[in-house]
């Protein structure tokens, strides 16, 4: 079975982006939308500078934000992917990529109408997250689904040709029962911190129970 694709999600700190320099991720993301983790675009742009990240890409997560809120972002940080991670229609989908020329990877949050709406995104957007469901939140709550739907969601990708990530309250504790569900890619966040930063021990913990 191949390695899956790491993102490290929620990066809110210099010393963060630090810890993310010096791990394995393929992408490493950052929080623009109102949350506990939220990062201005100048900060990230300001940690970047300091910790280069040698050919990891670079996603900016909003939800529901205006266009003129994400293209100041683009802007200030030229991300390589848009993450979607709120209730954006196709439309607006649409007007994001017309608008920054950038890939757009829609959050959609595991449900009986996952597929469906998986389906309806799929010949817009350039990649899928599927993250728990917890009423009144956006992801980032340590919260995960049922692993056995992973497969379906995977296949569904492949036959698409598009990368499906899995989210939610994914941690070196509990990554063993996720990889023989065969994911294309994991997104990281609150499962690999301790007191609320990023934890240099806890990554390479999960990285190693990975190999």
């Not at 994991?186 to 390479?204: F, Q, T, Y």
């Amino acid at each position: 079975m191949s390695l899956p694709f790491l993102k490290l999600c929620g990066l809110h700190s210099q010393e963060d982006v630090k810890v993310a320099s010096y791990s394995s991720a393929d992408f490493v993301g950052f929080v623009m939308a109102e949350s506990k983790r939220q990062v201005k675009p100048e900060e990230a742009e300001s940690w970047l500078r300091k910790h280069p990240l040698d050919g990891k890409k670079t996603v900016t997560l909003f939800v529901n934000a205006p266009l003129s809120d994400i293209q100041t972002a683009v802007n200030q940080l030229s991300p390589d992917i848009i993450q979607c991670h709120g209730t954006e229609s196709i439309e607006d989908i649409l007007k994001i990529k017309q608008a920054t020329g950038k890939l757009v990877w829609k959050a959609i949050p595991h449900d009986d109408r996952s597929l469906d709406k998986m389906k309806a995104y799929a010949d817009v957007v350039d990649g899928f997250v599927i993250d728990a469901k917890v009423k009144d939140a956006w992801g980032g709550t340590g919260r995960s689904f049922d692993w056995s739907h992973v497969p379906k969601y995977v296949s569904f990708g492949e036959d698409k040709q598009l990368p499906v990530l899995i989210a939610g309250g994914i941690a070196p504790e509990n990554v063993d029962h996720l990889m023989p569900h065969g994911p294309w890619g994991i997104d990281l966040s609150s499962g690999i911190e301790k007191d609320g930063k990023k934890d240099i021990d806890r990554l390479m913990e999960l990285e190693k129970r990975l190999k």
